[in-house]
């Protein structure tokens, strides 16, 4: 008997969510919780909350809560990097950077052709190691989640080679990139644009973007509309279906683009993350909490 935790909109859903699973909010008391990413090797979340200028930990091993970094800079996408480093996206810092084995902090990429940055918000990182990121404004539109500035620059989609330093725009025709993912054998990127922030009727849509061998892409058609709120940050499951934030929950859609079901979180959802030793728990940044919801899908690391 699924609970209502589960909202069914097409029985393609019933086999990712399970009988008697309920979400479990494991943390309230954030402002706005975001940039969530697992840590496989110590079972451990850090995930952000933006105004609090905080970085939080939630240790799966004994359900601990911690500040695991404050201040820090008003940071909002994670990921972990293939060497198990953690990668930052800075609001405040309006840069990348990288946490490394001796506890330093690398700057990677802070200008592009001389301007500088917005204000990072996901990143996600491909097998060979490049980072893709999206730098919409909202870090510097006010004082609240950043260091309040006028933008040098538009807001762009890159792709970053911490080999060499290079940075390059990948796509530059979004009103406000937001979160993004590559699907499991890496040869599609998926962007989300949240526009409809800054623009009337503007975008509120996931677009598919085809990946080439060079690191161009090509394509970008929409790939689905959001029917409540907006999508922010997503994470792909190993099957391919996107499992997104939104105004009332994760909501789950195929590679065919089709709203199946969705889990319900009573907050709007900023992002979500896999973990757990199987990666079948969805870790969601819901506004002040933290939640968490068994299912049966597993989280991909993109091109193992
Ligand atoms: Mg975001």
Request: with cysteine.
């Amino acid at each position: 008997m699924l609970t209502d935790t589960f909202e069914v909109l097409d029985k393609r859903f019933t086999r990712y969510a399970m009988g008697n699973v309920h979400k479990e909010v494991l943390y309230t008391g954030c402002r706005w919780a975001e940039g969530p990413a697992y840590f496989p090797a110590g079972r451990y979340l850090v995930w952000s909350d933006i105004p609090n200028d905080r970085i939080m930990r939630y240790d799966e091993t004994d359900g601990g809560i911690s500040v695991f970094q404050q201040p820090c800079r008003n940071h909002n996408g994670h990921s972990v990097d293939r060497q198990g480093r953690l990668v930052s996206c800075e609001h405040r810092g309006r840069c990348i950077s990288r946490i490394e084995f001796d506890g330093t902090r690398t700057v990677l990429a802070s200008e592009y052709q001389g301007k500088r940055l917005n204000s990072p918000n996901d990143l996600v990182v491909k097998s060979d190691g490049t980072i893709w990121f999206t730098d919409p404004t909202y870090g510097i539109d006010s004082e609240y989640e950043g260091d309040k500035a006028e933008s040098e620059i538009g807001s762009h989609v890159y792709r970053l080679d911490p080999a060499d330093g290079s940075l390059e725009a990948v796509a530059t025709d979004f009103v406000k990139p937001n979160g993004l993912a590559f699907s499991p054998d890496e040869s599609k990127l998926y962007i989300v644009d949240t526009g409809a922030t800054h623009v009337e009727d503007g975008p509120r849509h996931i677009r598919v973007f085809d990946v080439g061998a060079d690191g161009k892409l090509s394509g970008g058609e929409v790939f689905v509309t959001c029917t409540v709120g907006l999508f922010d940050g997503f994470r792909i499951d190993t099957q391919g279906n996107i499992w997104t934030s939104a105004g009332d929950g994760v909501h789950c859609i195929t590679p065919e683009g089709d709203l199946i079901g969705k889990i319900l979180t009573g907050e709007v959802v900023a992002n979500v993350e896999f973990g757990g030793i199987k990666r079948n728990r969805l870790y969601i940044c819901a506004t002040t909490s933290l939640q968490a919801v068994y299912l049966n899908a597993r989280g991909c690391v993109s091109g193992a």
